[in-house]
């Protein structure tokens, strides 16, 4: 395996420094020559990290003087994103709501369009449905294989792209969510629904399904939040 490098090493740092608060938004970072100190390594390699954060969106740095910490919600892309996701130690509730929602519009769409152009294959993913076994990980996984793979089976290829990019996060969070009996036999029905539409429904059906369980599965996590 091929060794990380120290300014990534350093790069992973200073946003989970940033998203801790360590380095609150609007404030300046340490000189790139105490960064140097702290991390015991030169100042290319923290002006290295630096200007990648600075790419992203993370900082905004100035020639001279110490970078200072963006609002990365308003400056960031998606490689932000992904930094966030990476780091999901410190995700909120709330940004997980935001994921969601996400989901909610992006799902019925793949769905719709797997069923039209593969059908056969959806029914495909869904036949072993019976072996699922009633217990959080399993349902993580499933859930997840079956996002992924209903998003292969539309032609957009973009759609993956977009899954792949919260690959560690979502099982972690997925396992949070299949803990509660009640999420699991609503995901279950959800299942068992799309097989039906896949089997003998239309494209336009499936999607309505998708649709209304992204939106309970929405409700459900909401819920389970405001109670914790």
């Known amino acids: 395996m091929e060794k990380e490098r120290s300014s990534d090493i350093i790069e992973k740092h200073l946003c989970k420094a940033v998203m801790a608060g360590d ?45 200072v910490v963006n609002d ?13 996701i990476q780091n999901h130690d410190f995700v909120s509730d709330e940004f997980i709501v935001h994921l969601l929602e996400i989901r909610k519009s992006l799902t019925p769409t793949y769905v719709h369009d797997a069923v039209e152009w593969n059908r056969p294959k959806v029914v495909a993913l869904l036949a072993d449905l019976d072996q699922l076994n009633d217990d959080s990980n399993s349902y993580a996984n499933y859930d ?24 560690s996060f979502y099982i972690k969070m ?5 803990s509660t009996g ?14 039906a539409a896949s089997l003998n429904g239309t494209p336009e059906e499936a999607e309505k399904i998708a649709k209304e369980a992204m939106e309970k599965s929405l409700m459900l996590w909401k819920n389970r ?3 914790n």
């Not at 015991?40 to 110490?66: K, S, Y």
């Open 72 to 84: 990365y919600w308003h400056d960031g892309n998606l490689t932000t994103l992904a930094h966030i």
């Open 174 to 178: 997925a396992q949070r969510y299949f």
């Open 144 to 167: 997840w294989n079956l996002q992924k793979g209903l998003a292969v089976l539309s032609p957009n290829p973009v759609y993956l792209l977009i899954l792949n990019s919260f690959n």
């Open 225 to 227: 939040s405001e109670k």
């Open 182 to 195: 009640e999420h699991r036999r609503v995901s279950l029905e959800y299942y068992q629904d799309l097989l």
């Open 23 to 67: 380095y609150p938004i609007g404030s300046p970072l340490p000189s790139e020559r105490e960064l140097a100190k702290e991390f015991g390594v030169g100042r290319p390699t923290i002006r290295e990290a630096l200007q990648r954060l600075g790419r992203d969106g993370w900082l905004t740095i100035r020639q001279g003087q110490p970078a």
